[in-house]
Every structure is written in structure tokens, then in C-alpha cells.
């Protein structure tokens, strides 16, 4: 999934894990293909199995200097907060899933579903051929 996120050229300014090892290892893997520092990753305790809500927060509390900002956590606090902020249905987002959201905002304060549109959605599965090699 990183690679297809350095295909499409996005690139992230902040890299924000929940300390949970599979989080940190998928998060310090998308670094290490996006060529983000592993060192400037920034573990949330927070995250660890957070509330839609929470996740919002933490994002909030981000300074404004980041505009590219990438989130690594636990479902089903991801999908929901997900659904919230794009107004998809999007059922469950799975293992290893990206889901690119573009706000319109000047700061992360201002964080909100009405000021947010998805323009990103994959996952691993969606890329598997009939035989299930990826494609």
C-alpha cells in the first residue's frame, strides 16, 4: 500500500502510529517506502484502540506547520472516524487500508466532516487478481 501511495505522489509531512506493534511495524514500513525519517514518527498512546472520536482529537492537536498527515491505528476506530469525516459508508476498512481524505481548512482545529471529501480508498485485496496474484 505505500508503494501505491509514492505512485500516486503523496508524501507525508507527519507519520502518527499507536504504539501497538503491528501499528508501529506497518507505520515504520510505509516510512521506509514513502522516505520518511523512522526516528520522526510519532507514537500516540492515544490511538491505541481509540474512539472515532479520539483519533479526531489527536488530529486536532496536530501543528499546523504538517500538511500531509498519516494515521496508523485499530479498527473499528479508524473505519468509524473514517465514515464520520467523509460521509461513506464504508463498512470496515481493511487491514493495511488507506483511506485519503482533502480537507479544507486552515488549521487542524478545524477539523470536520463538512469541510472534508475522500479522494483516496485502497486496500490489499482490491488489487488481487481472480487468481490471486496481486496485480
Same mark, same amino acid.
Given at each position: @500500500?505505500a508503494?501505491?501511495?509514492?505512485?500516486?505522489?503523496?508524501?507525508p509531512?507527519?507519520?502518527?502510529?499507536?504504539?501497538?506493534?503491528?501499528?508501529?511495524?506497518?507505520?515504520?514500513?510505509?516510512?521506509?517506502?514513502?522516505?520518511?525519517?523512522?526516528?520522526?514518527?510519532?507514537?500516540?498512546?492515544?490511538?491505541?484502540?481509540a474512539?472515532? &472520536?479520539?483519533?479526531?482529537?489527536?488530529?486536532?492537536?496536530?501543528?499546523? =506547520?504538517?500538511?500531509?498527515?498519516?494515521?496508523?491505528?485499530?479498527?473499528?476506530?479508524?473505519t468509524e472516524?473514517?465514515?464520520?469525516?467523509?460521509? &461513506?459508508?464504508?463498512?470496515?476498512?481493511?487491514?493495511?487500508?488507506?483511506?485519503?481524505?482533502?480537507?479544507?481548512?486552515?488549521?487542524?482545529?478545524?477539523?470536520?466532516?463538512? =469541510?472534508?471529501? @475522500?479522494?483516496l480508498?485502497?486496500?490489499?485485496?482490491?488489487?488481487?487478481?481472480? *487468481?490471486?496474484? *496481486?496485480s
Open positions: @500500500m508503494k501505491r501511495l509514492k505512485e500516486k505522489e503523496i508524501t509531512d507527519l507519520m502518527i502510529s499507536s504504539p501497538a506493534k503491528r501499528a508501529i511495524k506497518t507505520c515504520k514500513a510505509f516510512a521506509e517506502i514513502l522516505g520518511y525519517s523512522r526516528s520522526a514518527i510519532k507514537e500516540e498512546q492515544k490511538l491505541y484502540h474512539s472515532p &472520536e479520539t483519533i479526531g482529537s489527536v488530529i486536532q492537536a496536530t501543528r499546523d =506547520k504538517f500538511d500531509t498527515v498519516l494515521i496508523f491505528g485499530h479498527n473499528p476506530g479508524l472516524f473514517a465514515e464520520w469525516l467523509t460521509g &461513506e459508508n464504508l463498512v470496515n476498512v481493511p487491514t493495511c487500508g488507506v483511506v485519503g481524505v482533502k480537507l479544507k481548512i486552515k488549521t487542524w482545529k478545524e477539523l470536520s466532516r463538512d =469541510k472534508s471529501s @475522500m479522494i480508498y485502497d486496500f490489499p485485496k482490491k488489487h488481487l487478481r481472480r *487468481d490471486g496474484l *496481486d
